[in-house]
């Protein structure tokens, strides 16, 4: 099945330093959402982009929907060690109705 | 917590078998997908059901099916089980946009 193409596929950070993800798509998207996963766990939503050019915050996380629809990025500032886990970009394409389709997700590790 | 549940946490059986994953939605949710996550495929969608409808269809195999029940409650049947459907079973909810999902069903099949 398609998936995103989400970068970096791993990242190993220290506590303190920011970190950015993205996501591109060929397809045009009407919804980006982000999730952060826990092993063993289900994705938990981070935030929600619903308009072209769309900012949104969420705490220290910051997120973006491209102004072509066809990519997002996501931000973290000033990482902690709770940061850890998996992040996935998941969209709504224009043709797909309300399913999400999901990028291969960024494993974040962030040493103390 | 997302207010999704789903049981078992985990199920290991054997191949041929069949399985039944049960997933109760967010209180007023009408939509319930159901995902496939495994380490080569990554996350991939399989079926939603609105209200009790089958709404839209994925990935699925036809040895897989699922409904949705009056109370909204939805329940995914995987069939004549092979061991490459080993994989993390999610549910999600939703009443719009934003989908919730729940902690999943390790199945392991041997």
């Known amino acids: 099945g398609q998936q995103l193409n989400q970068s970096p596929q791993s990242m190993f950070i220290q506590e303190g330093e920011d970190v950015s993800m993205n996501c591109t798509s060929s397809?045009?998207?009407?919804?980006w959402l982000w999730y952060k996963q826990d092993p063993g766990e289900g994705p938990v939503l981070l935030i929600a982009?619903?308009?072209?050019?769309e900012l949104t915050s969420n705490g220290r996380l910051t997120a973006q929907f491209g102004i072509t629809r066809k990519d997002s990025f996501l931000n973290i500032s000033a990482s902690i060690p709770s940061d850890v886990g998996i992040y996935f970009c998941?969209?709504?394409?224009?043709?797909?109705?309300?399913?999400?389709?999901f990028g291969e997700g960024t494993q974040l590790t962030v040493n103390p | 917590d997302s207010g999704v549940t789903q049981t078992p946490k985990h199920l290991i059986t054997a191949t041929g078998q069949r399985v039944t994953l049960r997933c109760s939605p967010r209180?007023?949710?009408?939509?319930v997908y159901w995902y496939q996550q495994s380490l080569d495929q990554g996350l991939q969608f399989l079926i939603q059901?609105?209200?009790?409808?089958?709404?839209a269809k994925g990935n699925i195999l036809e040895r897989f099916s699922a409904q949705q029940f009056p109370d909204l409650h939805s329940e995914l049947n995987l069939s004549s089980l092979e061991l490459g459907d080993s994989a993390l079973y999610f549910c999600?909810?939703?009443?719009?946009?934003?989908?919730?999902f729940g902690p999943g069903t390790r199945l392991t099949v041997t």
């Open positions: 209180s007023g949710d009408l939509s």
């Open positions: 999600a909810s939703s009443d719009q946009y934003e989908q919730y």
């Open positions: 982009l619903y308009k072209a050019g």
């Open positions: 397809s045009i998207f009407n919804t």
């Open positions: 059901y609105y209200n009790g409808e089958e709404r």
């Open positions: 998941a969209g709504q394409e224009e043709t797909s109705g309300s399913r999400l389709t």
